[in-house]
């Protein structure tokens, strides 16, 4: 049954199969539903306001004593506004237990004794007399920002009034706290952001990174952010200023030919005075020149002209950094022990970093003649993440791994990390097991060396791809399809070649 109606919602003509269809489509008619819930809500709350208002409660009863809402209802208020009226003193009320009471003689009796009324002073008058200013008037004055305007006045407690919407704060004290921002500075003694990111070859980000660390003074004007000179040049070395108390490793080493190895070693022997600025470590003068220039290589001969040790025409020995070893045979490694090398040759990583490893690790270890022997069961437990899976036959390197599946690094660190696969790592370079990546990929199944691929049946029988696809699909040759490879049975492929070159009068080709 066709039946033309117009749609109640949207008033379009439209075809209708039932007789109580009245709209067009669902979406006229979701819109009608939503119009008649907020008219069923707003019915309803004006029933609940009716109701409310003609309750006893809100009614204007002729009782002596009334609510705050019965006395907020009788002057035309709101309750919020009788309670700021109680707390003025300007209508008394009566505090029980949960209960506030006003009498409503009281209320009367405001009006007995009423005031003259007087038009309210505007706030600009008050402002004037009081000497307030806005954050407009601060910012024009002291060039900064709102946001750093009420950052400062909360940080002194600057008294302020609020006057609606507008902020006035207290002249003397803005005054007072803000001063410093227009003092007059002298630029030459500052560095801008800009300056020392060409100084010290550094981006914006590392600039403020290197202030913020070390606590480097600043003064603010506007928006620009001066740095002390004093502070950055001591930090990084490069004023002209010498401190003639004190030594830096690079002024022993021009003026006395000493190396770093030399310098450390006589400061720990005879306990030389140091001290560290910044990254750099400071040598007491007096000390140094005493113990060690005049003292302990007092008798070794000196360039007349630089004034450098020469060493080669002296008896005294440079010092020279040994290893404990030497060339010491080493010794055979007790039970229940590896030694430095077993761990490398185990788990392919270089001595150094074993050393690094089970000295931050605190690997429990014996010493016998200079050579280290660390616990079994903590070494384990150390290198055992990293220990090679023996099951696995086949590993393949990440750039390998990329080129073969078509990974980006992303995708090749996500793929891993995501399905778990054995990895292992020889000398710092990584390796991962192909054997599971071709499972999770499906490309490894059972019987899987009963099967050529695709392009191995090209490459033995010179086929192209179209014409392989062509005769096992001729043939029915049994496939099998793993991920996105195709796999023929070799057996099958095998027969039907030679066949196929029988029937041409050719040879079939063999592996040979």
């Known amino acids: 049954m066709e039946i033309i109606k117009h749609c109640k919602c949207c008033g379009n003509q439209f075809i209708a199969h039932r007789m109580a269809t009245l709209y067009c489509s669902k979406a006229c008619n979701a819109k009608a539903t939503r119009v008649r819930k907020k008219k069923s809500i707003q019915q309803e709350y004006q029933e609940l306001q009716n109701d409310l208002e003609s309750s006893t409660e809100y009614s204007i009863p002729n009782a002596e004593y009334l609510s705050p809402i019965q006395a907020a209802k009788l002057l035309g208020v709101s309750r919020a506004t009788i309670y700021r009226y109680a707390l003025a003193g300007v209508i008394k009320a009566v505090q029980f237990k949960g209960l506030t009471i006003i009498r409503k003689s009281d209320i009367e009796k405001t009006f007995d004794n009423a005031s003259e009324y007087k038009k309210r002073i505007a706030f600009s008058k008050k402002k004037e007399d009081s000497e307030y200013y806005t954050i407009r008037d601060i910012s024009e004055k002291y060039h900064i920002g709102k946001k750093a305007i009420l950052s400062r006045c909360e940080r002194y407690s600057i008294p302020k009034v609020y006057d609606g919407r507008n902020v006035f704060f207290k002249k003397v004290y803005v005054d007072a706290h803000f001063a410093e921002l227009i003092e007059e500075i002298d630029l030459a003694n500052y560095y801008t952001t800009e300056q020392l990111m060409e100084k010290l070859c550094m981006s914006k980000q590392n600039v403020l990174t290197f202030v913020y660390r070390n606590k480097i003074p600043r003064i603010t004007r506007g928006r620009l952010v001066y740095y002390s000179k004093?502070?950055?040049d001591n930090y990084k070395r490069r004023g002209n200023d010498i401190d003639t108390n004190w030594y830096t490793y690079d002024e022993i080493i021009e003026k006395y030919g000493l190396s770093v190895d030399q310098i450390s070693y006589q400061i720990r022997q005879e306990k030389i005075k140091t001290e560290?600025?910044?990254?750099?470590t400071m040598i007491f003068r007096s000390e140094f020149d005493e113990q060690i220039i005049k003292g302990k290589f007092g008798d070794i001969e000196r360039d007349e002209k630089t004034g450098k040790f020469n060493f080669a025409n002296n008896s005294h020995p440079k010092v020279v950094i040994k290893n404990k070893t030497g060339n010491v045979e080493a010794p055979e490694t007790p039970d229940g022990y590896f030694s430095t090398e077993e761990i490398s040759k185990k788990y392919s990583i270089n001595i150094r970093h074993v050393q690094k490893l089970t000295r931050e690790a605190r690997i429990p270890k014996i010493s016998l003649k200079g050579f280290n022997f660390f616990e079994i069961p903590s070494v384990l437990a150390l290198f055992g993440s990293s220990q090679i899976n023996d099951g696995v036959k086949e590993w393949i390197t990440p750039e390998e791994m990329e080129k073969q599946y078509n990974m980006t690094?992303?995708?090749?660190?996500?793929?891993?990390?995501?399905?778990?696969?054995?990895?292992?790592?020889?000398?710092?370079?990584?390796?991962?097991s192909k054997e599971h990546i071709d499972k999770v990929k499906h490309l490894v199944f059972n019987g899987k060396e009963n099967y050529y691929s695709v392009q191995e049946v090209m490459d033995k029988y010179e086929l192209t791809k179209d014409m392989v696809f062509y005769y096992s699909n001729k043939k029915k040759v049994t496939k099998v399809k793993c991920g996105q490879q195709v796999y023929l049975l070799k057996t099958e492929i095998d027969e039907y070649m030679a066949e196929r070159a029988q029937n041409s009068e050719l040879l079939p080709i063999t592996d040979d």
């Open 276 to 280: 560290k600025r910044g990254k750099f």
């Open 409 to 432: 690094p992303v995708a090749r660190r996500s793929f891993t990390h995501r399905h778990k696969i054995p990895t292992k790592a020889e000398y710092g370079k990584i390796f991962y």
């Open 230 to 232: 004093v502070h950055i």
